[in-house]
Nanobody, 123 residues
């Protein structure tokens, strides 16, 4: 499975940005998909995740109410919509996918990672 993230860029604080991540290859075992981010000098952190059918979503506390994750299984693509962007959202954003149907909240790890896309929020 290959994941290709796109849509990053520069946005002003309070603005919006949309990220997408397209999966290709042997995608049928893919269940949950998610987004992580890594800011300079910090560890990579969880941002959001979505179940295979899209009915269940998870968000990290710092982004709740401002980010929205969705997916289009017909296009094998997961999206992350960023609203009310803050300078602290500046990071490289990575999409991820896993085969295990158990949600990441159980400790189940992601199997596949995209290359990352830079998001910069100016104040």
């Amino acid at each position: 499975v290959q994941l290709q993230a796109s849509g990053g860029g520069l946005v002003q604080a309070g603005g919006s940005l949309s990220l997408s991540c397209a999966a290709s290859g042997s995608i049928f075992p893919i269940n949950e998909m998610g987004w992580y981010r890594q800011a300079p000098g910090k560890e990579r952190e969880f941002v959001a995740a979505i179940s295979r059918g899209g009915s269940t979503t998870y968000y990290a506390d710092p982004v709740k109410g401002r980010f929205s994750i969705s997916r289009d299984n017909a296009k094998n693509t997961v999206y992350l919509q960023i609203y009310s962007a803050k300078p602290e959202d500046t990071a490289v954003y990575y999409c991820a996918a896993k085969q295990d149907p158990q949600p990441y909240t159980t400790g189940s790890r992601y199997d596949y990672w995209g290359q990352g896309t830079q998001v910069t929020v100016s104040s």
